[in-house]
T-cell receptor
Framework: GPKVLQIPSHQIIDMGQMVTLNCDPV?????FYWYKQILGQQMEFLVN????????KSKLFKDQFSVERPDGSYFTLKIQPTALEDSAVYFC?????????????FGEGTRLSVL | GEQVEQRPPHLSVREGDSAIIICTYT??????FSWYKQEAGAGLQLLMS?????DRKEEQGLTVLLNKKDKRLSLNLTAAHPGDSAVYFC????????????FGSGTQLTVMP
């Protein structure tokens, strides 16, 4: 079936550096999401992106975070600069529409370790 | 805002037994309800989703019940097998206009042979 792919699966970075997490959503999906999961805790919503714009974001989506999908390529989450508390698994998701009955498909996550 | 509580945090059952996981939510306008399975080191696999106009849905050994009066959502795995061992999350979406899924804290299910 269709899959959301995330690259890389694990990234280790020094605090203060920039990191870009890449997501290859399902090809005909138009809505994209990032979620953050700290080890042992539940998934928390970061941001929703549609038609080139951030539609909704949570308080976890700090000013250091940005998202984009240039020219229909990867949907990316950039963190600049990174902080220790950014260590977590970041999950990308996509859905064809934003309708209530559209369940997002999730990728397998990128584990980010900030040292 | 919406708050979701999930219980139990850990659940162990024998193969062939049923396992029930419950989530309660606070916003009566919640419109969308779903259950996800997360195996170790993997992403989320959607098990089942229902809208607020559905009270019960069954698929492949799974039953989702929605009690809107009590604001309670449950997942029942009938005849669990070891391959069902994973962390299960409920996730709800508040009234239309929000794309945000709010997740429960997860239930670690262990099915023993």
């Amino acid at each position: 079936g269709p899959k959301v792919l995330q690259i890389p699966s694990h990234q280790i970075i020094d605090m203060g550096q920039m990191v870009t997490l890449n997501c290859d959503p399902v090809s005909n999906h138009l809505y994209f999401y990032w979620y953050k999961q700290i080890l042992g805790q539940q998934m928390e919503f970061l941001v929703n992106f549609y038609n080139g714009k951030v539609m909704e974001k949570s308080k976890l989506f700090k000013d250091q975070f940005s998202v984009e999908r240039p020219d229909g390529s990867y949907f990316t989450l950039k963190i600049q600069p990174t902080a220790l508390e950014d260590s977590a698994v970041y999950f990308c998701a996509s859905s064809r529409t934003g309708a209530d009955n559209q369940a997002p498909l999730f990728g397998e996550g990128t584990r980010l370790s900030v040292l | 805002g919406e708050q979701v509580e999930q219980r139990p945090p850990h659940l162990s059952v024998r193969e062939g037994d049923s396992a029930i996981i419950i989530c309660t939510y606070t916003d009566s306008a919640t419109a969308y309800f779903s259950w996800y399975k997360q195996e170790a080191g993997a992403g989320l696999q959607l098990l089942m989703s229902v809208l607020s106009n559905v009270d019960r849905k069954e698929e492949q050994g799974l039953t989702v019940l929605l009690n809107k009066k009590d604001k309670r959502l449950s997942l029942n795995l009938t005849a669990a097998h070891p391959g069902d061992s994973a962390v299960y999350f409920c996730a709800v979406r508040a009234s239309s206009g929000s794309w945000q899924l709010i997740f429960g804290s997860g239930t670690q299910l262990t099915v023993m042979p």
